[in-house]
């Protein structure tokens, strides 16, 4: 099993910059994916970005946030962060990090989640 626990989440102006942080503990050494994704009021949940986690570093977008976000990791670490950039309105919601154990499967392992409001 994988534990996570998200931090960084706030209240902010648009325009302005978060950084989240993902740290993990557990059986990291089976993930081989880490993502963020969010929920907004009365949406479901819907992917951010992910990054690899094992060798490489290949990392992957939602179109609303490419150019704007930027995920990255420290492995030392076991933290995954989300730089995020120029944030607009409709980036409000509780951001969630996620791991991937196997190809096939979607991610899991989810923390508690952190609140990121972004106000006009």
């Known amino acids: 099993q ?17 950084r989240l942080s993902c740290a993990a503990s557990g059986r990291t050494f089976s993930v081989i994916n880490m993502g963020w994704f969010r929920q907004a ?9 992910a990054i690899n986690w094992g060798g490489g570093d290949t990392t992957y977008y939602a179109d609303s946030v490419r150019g704007r976000f930027t995920v990255s990791k420290d492995n030392a670490k076991n933290t995954v962060y989300l730089q ?6 409709e980036d409000t ?14 991610f899991g392992s989810w923390g508690q989640g952190t609140q990121v409001t972004v106000s006009s």
């Open 41 to 49: 009021p009365g949406k479901e949940r819907e992917f951010v970005a």
């Open 2 to 18: 994988v534990q996570l626990v998200e931090s960084g989440g706030g209240l902010v102006q648009a325009g302005d910059s978060l």
């Open 93 to 106: 919601a509780v951001y969630y990090c996620g791991a991937q154990v196997f190809a096939n499967q979607p």
């Open 84 to 89: 995020m950039n120029r944030l607009k309105p």
